[in-house]
């Protein structure tokens, strides 16, 4: 979302949704996994709007919408391409928009060349490293610039583009550009145009592709095709909606992005019953991005520095944005100083740089998965666990289980006593004998935590909401809220280390560690949160919070913890406290909590009028210039300077948001403008592309290149990986799985799996079978079945059914099992199994280091697992079977003659250019 | 004689007669029935909360009384939930006030077979020592290159989108200001 729009985060809001004209619910199952947003979905469907479910399984959303699709998991960039290429070549596109508010017209560099033309890599892809060279796939400059400048990426570290574009989807923003000054078509015509690039390099997603590819027939995809386009224009929008059944790629953010450009065309961006809604799935789960608890981020969506690029306040701001280029990151100073200025205060200064070099220095992934890799070598001492349970929450729980094992020290802080607390026990490798209890060195210490009614504080929604819950109860018995106990360790950590003259404990001395405390000696949230919003420090106002983050200044006098934040303590006032009933206001309900940026609810805004600034239409009115008042206006607050006029045009030579014209309205991007195109900030493709799932029974069809090129794997006999398409061995995991949540229970069950009503609804780790699949290995419904993979092996009770059918792709027969992966074995719950997240393996995502846990190969057999050590062996005569190396899957170039490149279909080969 | 006592009182005739006629509501209640009175009916206060399962981020209204919870209920001035939860959301009572739920530190020594009883401000305690001789121990000055890094490798934390944003933001601080680095949450998983 953050290289196509500018920010991370949902694009608009749930109440929304009833607006919309038509709604494409894919990678989600809204109606189990979001019930009460789901009402929504159904308030616009009474309303008249078409709802259409596409999802490997029917579950109570398809019931719910006027159309289910059924598709392989694993294929949807084949789908989406196929409703751009039918967009583009039957001229569907909301042309006005299109050429106005998207970089359709910008040409891109000569040097740039599309996977078509390299059997299946862009440009730039460096076989040895497995990463791109991402400067051949820039703008073309103007004449007066060299040529391929204008992506300004080609001298950076990869480490930097990493760590910067990794921010932009777990809900970063617009990547830099040097400048924008850049060729432009705009009869959209000239063959290296951005739209003429994209529409060639959809022209082989063909509905005959996506029959072979998706399992999808040409009629459903006409279908599809025909609802949103004609939902979309001056009158109508559609919205898509999508959750992790689409982050859980190794190519997820590129499925995001194919959501993206098709939303672009149809100029349904920014306006009322469109968007792009990204349904979260834990409370605050928006805010532990916004405001971090995340290596590569700081508060605000600023990166973490990286070593070697980020050396310097001034090199720091420099990567983020280009003094040259448009938009609101030309302001990363600033809100780089008022972070600074709010942690380490009177010490951070204009003189040293306001302490930019106390920050950390990062040098490449250190992402969860990079840290349980880190714990195996022994290489972390400690580990904090806070509300998260890795043990059963991440893929491949024995390697995260084997991980805690190798800890000095290890902090569980929660609610229940959780698998991740007590794997030294009662752990599925304590049956297997792979550990034994009384060798484990690790210490553990159990902390029971505070529930959200025993604390006060805010939750980020999944529309970008701030919520404040207020304490109801003091915390039982040993019970502390994360606030309590961090403050409480900040102060004596500080008290060990008072004495200290050692440079490195300056950071921690000298930072803002003194909040007011309650009776109990516990800090205020709304002191805390006051620090996030900001403050006036010097002048007339020194002491007044700020009202918007365009009160920040780079010079000290004013400071704040997390920039996009600002405004929630406006005027003193916890504006997310604020409760006004929804009846009583409009639907926007702006008086309910507060959104980030500055409480608008819808972004984009701007793009809700025309270039003039008129509303597309009466109907879709939501945002528009008031000519007489001489000001942005309408049902939301303007995502727009309030008072730049549609005609302002930039004079020559301004930058930041001066340069932005009155018609640019993605103010966060570089040039203004939604990137149907990423010339840069992304690591794996400017386009999506197909890429098959790192374990797939069918071969990529459309070129040599199997699996996506830049997908990170990790090549370990303790991640091994099954034999794909027509590699030998494939034959023994036929079938693919997917994972998913129930409505009664919680990930991996630590807020469910303990209370009586919710164990009682949901007992039993079960896998979902089509009637089909249970007659060919003969299961039996409420029977018991073994799942296997290269991982281990998992058992589960058989639910037959026709919600999941069999899909011809690939030329065979596909089989898909669904898995609720809400169960783990040991601790004390109510409830216990197999988990699912065991059967994964480790490949990740190379933009944000996420993992591809909804969709894998797998056999599944008749009956109950082996136990105890019969288990390892089990699992490695699969192995043997299967001829698995370290190699297997890991293979990150597949050439023509290479080991992927077998058979592949002619025939859709027809659809190219 | 007590007109209540008699047939009048049968719930097909109050069906018939009284304003229920598809004998959904008081029609068919029973004495027993409406003498019970509602928790909520009796809490001495009333807060306002929010769901915390999924990010649809449901009203929530906590009923308490003699200071525990004792009925959670969906918030109908919520704009975006309307007063609806889901089985999840109306089970919350239970995530606060399960006996199940673990209320006790505990600490597990190396090698132990079992959970020994500690104080929390002792375990606060160890936990600082320790954390202090890790980040030592794995502490980074600089890269290969002479290049500033001021890190340490010996801890790393996971958690954080259940959290409340207060919290998380005390967490990256201070986790920031140690130089520890590692420091995850479920947004990447």
């Known amino acids: 979302m953050g290289a196509s729009f500018g920010r991370g985060g949902a694009t608009g809001f749930l109440q929304d949704l009833q607006n919309a004209d038509c709604i494409v619910i894919q990678g989600s199952n809204m109606a189990e996994c979001h019930p009460v947003g789901f009402q929504w979905v159904m308030e616009a469907k009474a309303r008249g709007a078409r709802v259409i479910h596409v ?14 699709v059924p598709i392989r998991a694993g294929s949807d960039i084949v789908f989406l391409g196929a409703i751009i290429n039918y967009i583009v070549s039957n001229e569907k596109y909301f042309h006005e928009y299109v050429l106005n508010y998207t970089n359709a017209a910008n040409l891109v560099s000569k040097d740039f060349q599309d996977v078509d033309d390299l059997d299946g890599v862009f440009s730039g892809y460096d076989p040895q490293t497995g990463k791109y060279d991402t400067s051949s796939w820039a703008y073309d400059a103007n004449d007066d610039e060299p040529a391929g400048d204008a992506g300004g990426q080609g001298d950076e570290s990869e480490e930097s583009a990493s760590s910067r574009s990794a921010g932009h989807e777990l809900g970063g923003h617009g990547a830099a550009l040097e400048h924008t000054k850049v060729k432009r078509d705009e009869t959209l015509q000239h063959p290296r145009c951005v739209f003429q690039v994209l529409k060639r390099h959809y022209a082989r997603y063909t509905p005959e592709l996506v029959q072979e590819v998706c399992g999808v027939t040409p009629e459903q995809l006409l279908d599809v095709c025909e609802a949103v386009t004609s939902n979309s224009g001056r009158e109508r929008t559609t919205t898509w909606v999508y959750s992790v059944g689409w982050t859980h790629h190794t190519v997820g953010v590129q499925y995001i992005r194919g959501s993206a450009i098709i939303q672009l065309l149809l100029g349904n961006m920014g306006r009322p019953g469109g968007g792009i809604l990204a349904l979260r799935g834990h409370a605050s789960i928006q805010g532990s991005t916004d405001i971090p608890t995340l290596y590569n981020l700081l508060p ?216 007011p405390v309650d009776e109990h000696g516990d800090p205020s949230a709304e002191a805390v949160l006051a620090e996030i919003n900001g403050v006036h420090l010097t002048g007339e106002k020194a002491g007044v919070p700020l009202s918007t983050f365009n009160e920040m200044k780079p010079d000290g006098s004013t400071s704040g913890g997390c920039w996009i934040y600002a405004g929630v303590y406006a ?109 840069t900030g992304l690591l794996d493709g400017p386009l999506p592309a197909h890429y098959e799932p790192q374990e797939s029974p069918i071969s990529n069809p459309m070129y040599s290149q199997q699996a996506s090129p830049t997908r990170e794997v990790f090549s370990r006999t303790d991640n091994y990986s099954n034999p794909s398409g027509d590699e030998p061995g494939a034959e023994v995991f036929p079938y693919v799985f997917t994972t998913y949540r129930l409505t009664e229970h919680h990930t991996a069950g630590g807020m469910s799996r303990w209370q009586p009503f919710l164990a009682e609804l949901q007992p039993e780790f079960f896998c979902e079978v089509s009637p089909e699949l249970a007659r060919q290995r003969g299961l039996v419904n409420n029977g018991w079945a073994t799942i296997i993979t290269a991982r281990t092996a998992v058992e589960a009770r058989v639910l037959v059914t026709d919600r999941v059918v069999p899909l011809r792709a690939g030329g065979k027969e596909i089989h898909q099992i669904g898995l609720p992966y809400h169960w783990g074995i040991g601790g004390d719950a109510v409830v216990t199994g197999d988990s699912a997240n065991d059967l994964l393996g480790v490949t990740l995502d190379p933009n944000v280091h996420i993992q591809e846990s909804k969709v894998a190969s797998c056999d599944i057999q008749p009956g109950r697992r082996p136990r105890g050590p019969a288990l390892l062996d089990y699992v490695a005569a699969y192995r043997k079977r299967a001829g698995i190396t370290l190699d297997t899957g890991n293979e990150l170039r597949n050439l023509a003659s290479g080991a992927n490149g077998g058979s592949r279909s002619g025939g859709v080969k027809e659809g190219a250019s | 004689m007590d007109i209540r006592k008699t047939f009048l009182e049968w719930p097909v005739v109050r069906q018939l007669t009284g304003g229920d006629p598809l004998g959904r509501g008081a029609a068919v209640q029973s004495a027993h029935t409406k003498a019970i009175t509602a ?132 967490i990256k601080k201070l986790f920031t200001a140690l130089g520890a680095i590692q420091i995850e949450n479920q947004a990447r998983i």
């Open chain 1, 55 to 68: 999802d490997p399984r029917f579950t109570r959303t398809s019931a719910l919408a006027d159309t289910h």
């Open chain 1, 300 to 515: 605000g969506y600023l990166p973490m520095p990286m070593v070697g690029t980020h050396d310097s306040l001034d090199e720091y701001v420099a990567q983020i944005a280009s003094p040259d280029q448009k938009g609101f990151w030309t302001n990363a100073r600033t809100y780089t100083v008022n972070l600074l200025k709010a942690w380490w205060g009177d010490a951070a200064t204009a003189e040293n740089d306001f302490a930019f070099d106390y920050l950390p220095k990062l040098s490449g992934d250190h992402g969860t998965y990079a840290t349980v890799m880190s714990m195996l070598k022994d290489e972390i001492d400690g580990y904090f666990l806070l509300g998260q349970t890795p043990a059963v929450g991440s893929a491949h729980g024995r390697m995260q289980r084997l991980g805690l094992a190798h800890l000095k020290w290890l902090v569980v802080r929660d609610l229940n006593l959780i698998e991740s607390a007590t794997f030294w026990k009662d752990g599925p490798e304590i049956e297997t004998g792979e550990l034994r209890t009384e060798e484990i060195d690790t210490e553990v210490f159990f902390f029971p935590a505070a529930a959200h009614v025993e604390k006060d504080g805010t939750f980020t929604q999944t529309q970008r909401m701030l919520q404040w819950h207020h304490k109801a109860v003091e915390p039982p018995g040993d019970a502390q809220s994360e606030l309590a106990f961090f403050y409480l360790l900040g102060q004596k950590l500080r008290q060990r280390l008072a004495d200290s003259t050692d440079e490195r404990d300056r950071p921690l001395l000298d930072l803002t560690w003194d909040y």
């Open chain 1, 571 to 679: 005027d003193g006032v916890n504006q997310s406290a604020r409760r006004k009933p929804g009846r009583e206001q409009s639907w926007v309900a702006p008086e309910w909590g507060w959104a980030w940026p500055a409480n608008r609810r819808i972004l984009y805004n701007r793009a809700a009028a025309d270039p003039d600034g008129k509303p597309w239409s009466e109907r879709k009115a939501y945002v528009w210039w008031d000519s007489e008042q001489e000001k942005w206006t309408g049902h939301d607050v303007p995502d727009f300077e309030l008072k730049k006029p549609p005609s302002y045009r930039p004079p020559e030579g301004a930058a930041g948001p001066a340069a932005l014209r009155g018609d640019d309205p993605f103010i966060m991007q570089a040039d203004g403008v939604g990137w149907l195109y990423a010339p």
């Open chain 2, 39 to 170: 928790r909520t009916k009796t809490a001495d206060r009333v807060v306002r909360s929010v769901c915390p399962y999924c990010a649809v981020g449901c009203g929530q209204r906590v009923f308490v009384k003699d200071e525990k919870v004792v009925q959670i209920e969906g918030d109908p001035d919520s704009p975006v939930s309307r007063g609806r939860l889901c089985p999840k959301g109306s089970a919350s009572t239970q995530l606060v006030t399960s006996p199940g739920r673990a209320t006790t530190m505990l600490y597990r020594a190396p090698r132990s077979t079992t959970w020994q009883r500690i104080g929390v401000e002792e375990a606060t305690d160890m936990i600082a020592d320790r954390m202090i001789e890790s980040r030592s121990r794995r502490w980074q000055d600089t890269d290969e290159q002479g290049r500033p890094l001021r890190r340490t490798m010996g801890m790393a934390a996971l958690g954080g989108a259940t959290l409340d944003n207060e919290e998380n933001y005390l």
